[in-house]
């Protein structure tokens, strides 16, 4: 399944690659402060009222004092802990001290400092990321409710700011006060751009915070929420799933999970009921590669969560993305109608992390959850059969098709004929084994060319490959998995001086000498690190361009 990608030459190649390049900022404030979600998510399951361990808990499992101490609200006269942070609440009998716990200020206070100080490292390193955390803290005093939204709009302006502040004294600051310069403006910078944003940002915020409430409500209140799946999952399958998960629907959710214990937005994207349909459909009625690998996806997709292991799939037949349509469609409508949703984001989207953020909010919630999983499974399957079945006879001819030219291809790169080829046309394609050569073979063909010659079949005369970075568009999810493959891989044939590591997009650098992204994500690579050599593959789990690299290095290390 492995592809060369195309030159990014025309607009609408352009358009993607910006979308995407906008996408990844979106989510990238997000990622890498998802550990701070979940533990915030835990910590609401188990110890609010209604959690695990609270007042009135499901399973009847009420932990006191300490559920009334870390989920917050706990009298402190009666409890009588000393030293813990109180609030002056209302009862029945009038004022009281309650603990304020730990649920409240992290959803309002830690969560969008992380966004912000994540924010403003993007734009301007730790000086952005400063700036941008006194500013955002603002805009959360400006506001009574969690201020996500704001910290990702304001954390990047103040990065932003930074930066062009800065620039108008580069290089004038007389020797010795740099560093009392640096820290001066910063501050006084960080001081007005915190007030603005209570005094002005905040308030915008609270109102575009509002609207967009309101906007899914109505969607809500007119059974229309499912059209979504329109958008979302055609977005997906163009590498934007941590955009739209991450960057819109994430924020929303932990407002409206704030409010209701539970939020349906959290599911939207992350259900892994349609990924696991698609997969299921290729493994059945799928023809090639496609077919042999499809089982494989599955455990990885639906237990792994990582949901990119699918879109290659869609892209190689795109008919099939009216099918996670379809199924995404009928998995949003089984959650809003009977209820369902998760304590907090499914990250990654695994059946293991959607059980544990379902069941908090109730057994028959998490029974909810795994019904629009398994339908939306089941509608993607059915659709994506049907398609795939109709056209089956059309791709069986096509296959023989490519073999025969995966074979012409070779002999003309060789300059002639051989037997081994000749015995490859003779099996016309029914020959799996044969078949599988023969795409080997165009495989290397392809690396050849996008490394420039490098993969030749001889010593490696050129670039000395040292440092090996499979990317992605958040650096977590399939990049970690191709990087744990290869790295075995290399590490079985003895080679210790050459690293494999996983990064974001928006992280490479020059240290890398050869970088494997998915080919509808390499135009971006190449134009952040264009002197390394890129390997473009469908699929991040069992491309034969890893034995290729492979090979690349073997001719390095004659000794391994």
């Known amino acids: 399944m492995t592809t060369t990608s195309a030159p990014a030459s025309s607009g609408m190649n352009k358009a993607r690659v910006g979308v995407q390049r906008f996408g990844t900022f979106l989510s990238g404030m997000i990622m890498p402060n998802i550990a701070a979600f979940i533990a915030w998510g835990f910590i609401t399951m188990l110890f609010i009222p209604a959690g695990f361990f609270g007042a009135d808990s499901p399973f009847g499992w009420h932990w006191y004092p300490v559920s009334e ?14 030293g813990a942070m109180l609030s002056l609440s209302e009862s029945d009998g009038g004022n009281i001290f309650t603990y304020v716990g730990l649920v409240g ?26 700036v941008a955390t006194i500013a955002v803290m603002g805009v959360i005093v400006g506001t009574d409710i969690p201020m996500f939204l704001g910290a990702m709009i304001m954390g990047p302006i103040a990065g932003w700011i930074t930066k062009q502040m800065d620039k108008l004294w580069d290089g004038k600051i007389k020797p010795g006060f740099e560093m009392l310069i640096n820290n001066f403006s910063a501050g006084i910078l960080g001081m007005i751009l915190a007030i603005v944003g209570f005094f002005v940002f905040g308030p915008l915020m609270l109102g575009i915070s509002t609207v967009l409430g309101a906007a899914v409500a109505w969607l809500v209140s007119l059974n229309l929420l499912p059209l979504l799946s329109i958008i979302v999952e055609p977005a997906k399958v163009l590498f934007l799933n941590n955009a739209i998960n991450h960057g819109v629907f994430t924020p929303l959710g932990i407002e409206q999970a704030a409010e209701t214990g539970k939020s349906i937005l959290f599911l939207i994207e992350a259900n892994p009921g349609p990924g696991l349909g698609l997969l299921l459909a290729f493994t059945f009625f799928g023809v090639g590669a496609a077919k042999a690998s499809a089982p494989g ?8 969560g990582i949901h990119e292991i699918y879109f290659p799939y869609a892209l190689s037949k795109p008919l099939t993305i009216l099918a996670l349509i379809a199924g995404g469609a009928t998995g949003v409508a ?23 953020a379902a069941i908090g909010p109730g057994f028959g919630n998490l029974l909810v959850v795994y019904l629009s999983v398994a339908l939306a499974a089941l509608v993607t399957f059915l659709v994506a059969g049907i398609i795939l079945r109709a056209s089956r006879k059309r791709d069986l001819l096509a296959e023989a098709d490519a073999f025969g030219a995966a074979i012409a291809q070779t002999e003309a790169n060789k300059g002639k004929s051989s037997a081994a080829m000749d015995a490859l046309r003779a099996s016309d394609g029914k020959d799996r084994t044969a078949l599988r050569d023969a795409e080997e073979a165009v495989d290397m063909l392809e ?22 970075v499979f990317a ?15 790295r075995n891989k290399i590490k079985k044939l003895g080679v210790e001086d050459v690293t494999v590591v996983n990064k974001a997009i928006a992280n490479l650098d020059s240290s890398a000498d050869l970088i494997i992204t998915q080919n509808q994500l390499t135009d971006r690579a190449k134009k952040q690190a264009p002197n390394a050599v890129h390997v473009s593959v469908d699929n991040f789990m069992n491309s034969p361009k890893y034995d290729e690299v492979v090979a690349i290095v073997r001719d390095q290390h004659p000794t391994a």
């Open 447 to 468: 690396t050849e060319a996008e490394t420039a010659g490098l993969a030749s079949g001889g010593a490696l005369t050129t670039t000395q490959i040292k440092n090996i």
């Open 105 to 130: 200020p992290m959803v309002i206070y830690l969560l969008p400092l992380l966004i912000a100080n994540t924010a403003g490292r993007m734009v301007y390193g730790e000086r952005g990321g400063v």
């Open 69 to 82: 101490m870390i989920g917050g609200g706990g009298d402190a006269g009666t409890i009588g802990w000393e």
């Open 297 to 304: 996806a599955i455990i990885i997709q639906f237990f792994g």
């Open 334 to 356: 089984t959650n809003m109608l009977l209820g369902g949703g998760l304590a907090f984001p499914a990250a990654p989207g695994s059946i293991i992390a959607v059980t544990a």
């Open 472 to 486: 992605c568009d958040a650096g977590m999810g399939s990049s970690a998995m191709g990087a744990s493959v290869l």
